[in-house]
């Protein structure tokens, strides 16, 4: 194999996902109880909608596009991180990237299938759900890209580091989506493991007597101190 049309396969696998739809209730928990004891409305089942890598191109358009949507917003020199250009790349990301999870994964069809102004309107999803499904796909892409990578005891360390010192908030928005991901649920299985074996370990807790099954009662000096105010 020594052509780089040998390896081209025309298309990547596409990643089939939730859609994250927020609850869509006919009353609000401000208006009180409901006469019936539940909450009037109903809330949108799931929904699986497929996350399309995209190439290099795509991902220059992506900014390109966001820039212009925040002018046509009013912001005559919209900054490159600024939160109206941001949610533009969100929703450009998701009209290109998100795609119909049941078409041919060869040539998949657009999920938002009436533009920027459908997700615009899409209560259903809302801002944080746009905001969040662009993270989803940033992640997805990342992880097609060759991008994630195993943090390790070192790296971990290494990061927490970083996130404790003054540039914390600075290096943690520098990583890409998908390492933040990695990130994060490399430190939840870590603590995770650190508090079952913290748990099982006995340390700090009061074995029930076995022949009643109740914990023994603590010596009277605890129950003093525990009297105390």
Known sequence: MSKASQLVR???????????????????LLDGPHPDGEPGGTTPGPVAVG??????????????????????????NPAEDGE???????????????VDAESDPHSPLPFFDGGIEQIERMTELGRDGVLTLSRMHETYQDEVGGQIEDWG???LKAAAEELAGP??????FALRPGMQL????FSARLLLSLLE?????????????PSTGSSPKRSEPAQRTRGRK
């Open 84 to 98: 109206v250009v941001e949610f533009g790349k969100a929703i450009y990301r998701c009209l290109i990237g998100v």
């Open 182 to 185: 990695s990130y994060a649920l």
């Open 10 to 28: 025309g298309y990547l696998q596409t990643k089939i996902v939730p859609l994250p739809l927020a609850g869509v209730r006919g009353q609000s």
């Open 197 to 209: 074996d913290k748990s099982t370990s006995g340390s700090g807790s009061v074995a029930a007597d």
């Open 167 to 172: 540039r914390g908030g600075f290096f943690w």
């Open 51 to 76: 996350l399309k890598p995209l190439p290099p191109w795509d991902e220059a358009e992506i900014r390109a596009r966001a820039l212009e949507y925040a002018k046509s917003h009013g912001i005559e």
């Open 153 to 155: 005891e070192d790296g």
